[in-house]
């Protein structure tokens, strides 16, 4: 059985300013584990996975995530976002063909 | 060229009438699902179907029904609609299934489903 927890439901930042999306998952299994983004009125779109190799992870839109095997976390981190990211972002882990959404975490951009 | 398209965006009907959701993917996958998100923004799987076989069938009534005529479409066949299908509904799609759990899945933009 795999799960996936995003701690914060909601991360409201300031423009310019740095932003972590946190996420901790438990799997039984090989961990393969993704970020998407949605926005408003849309369908998700990939940001970035971990499938191995190199923890840290680059994805688009200047978002990168690092794996932490032992604290089982897959956080995601932008160092200045900008009014543009304000969207819901789902961590999801996967197992065979089945992806395990998290709740989402809305990230609110202000001015 | 849309990847993964979905008709119709937007659905209202009453409740005890029978819909359907159409889906297709340009994208040459092998593999296609059917995902409910809740009012909440909660995404769970429904269906998933690689090459027209029924891979993943989660705990959801019988009254729905997918359909995948070619590996390129995979419907949704909705009978007796009651309030609590209210959702948006997600087609999405990846090139294989599997054990990999590796590939991306591409994701359609959704119908808003509302029964009234």
């Known amino acids: 059985a795999q799960s996936v927890t995003q701690l914060d439901s909601q991360v409201p930042v300031f423009e310019e300013a740095p932003v972590e999306l946190r996420c901790n998952y438990s799997?039984?299994?090989?961990?393969?584990l993704f970020w998407y983004v949605q926005y408003p009125n849309q369908g998700l779109q990939l940001l970035l996975k971990y499938l191995s190799g190199s923890t840290l992870v680059k994805g688009i839109n200047g978002f990168e995530a690092e794996f932490n095997k032992s604290q089982t976390s897959f956080h995601l981190r932008k160092p200045s976002v900008h009014i543009s990211d304000t969207a819901e972002y789902f961590c999801?882990?996967?197992?065979?063909?089945?992806?395990?959404f998290g709740e989402g975490t809305q990230l609110t951009v202000n001015p | 060229d849309t990847a993964v398209s979905q008709t119709p965006k937007y659905l209202v009907t009453q409740m005890g009438n029978d819909k359907s959701i159409k889906c297709e993917q340009n994208?040459?996958?092998?593999?296609m699902y059917w995902y409910k998100q809740d009012s909440k923004k909660f995404l769970k799987i429904m269906f998933s179907?690689?090459?027209?076989?029924?891979?993943i069938n989660e705990t959801v009534p019988n009254r729905f029904s997918p359909k995948s005529p070619d590996k390129a479409h995979l419907n949704l066949h909705i009978n007796s609609l009651e309030l609590g299908d209210s959702a948006v509904y997600f087609c999405?799609?990846?090139?294989?299934?599997?054990?990999?759990?590796?590939?991306?899945?591409?994701f359609g933009p959704g119908t808003r489903l509302t029964v009234l």
């Open positions: 994208l040459g996958h092998d593999t």
């Open positions: 799997s039984s299994v090989s961990v393969y």
């Open positions: 999801a882990v996967s197992s065979g063909s089945r992806l395990t």
């Open positions: 179907y690689n090459n027209k076989e029924l891979i």
């Open positions: 999405a799609s990846s090139q294989a299934a599997g054990v990999r759990g590796t590939d991306t899945q591409y």
